[in-house]
């Protein structure tokens, strides 16, 4: 399983986020190899499994534009909402 291809370049930055309660605290499941000449560990597969930590479970990440170094701009809670998940 390959990492799907990124999205046009752009002078903007992003960041993942939990599609359940918006934590940017998220991993995902991938390979790292040893690279001997460069003498580190180099990524060489990211796998689709995501992780919350603050929700502590499996999820979905969301792609958001960050509007600072610090911040990013969230999906709209009202367009995302589904059923029965009360969202932050």
């Known amino acids: 399983m390959t990492e799907p291809a990124p999205p046009p370049h752009t002078s903007r930055h992003h960041s993942y986020i939990c599609n359940v309660c918006g934590s940017d605290h998220v991993t995902r499941d991938a390979w790292a190899a040893w690279d001997m000449a460069a003498q580190h560990w180099v990524l060489e597969v990211v796998f689709d499994q995501c992780w919350c930590h603050r929700c502590m479970s499996a ?25 029965g998940v009360k969202l932050p």
């Open 59 to 83: 999820t979905r990440l969301d792609r958001v534009v960050l509007t600072s170094p610090i911040t990013f701009a969230a999906p709209d809670p009202a367009k995302d909402r589904v059923a």
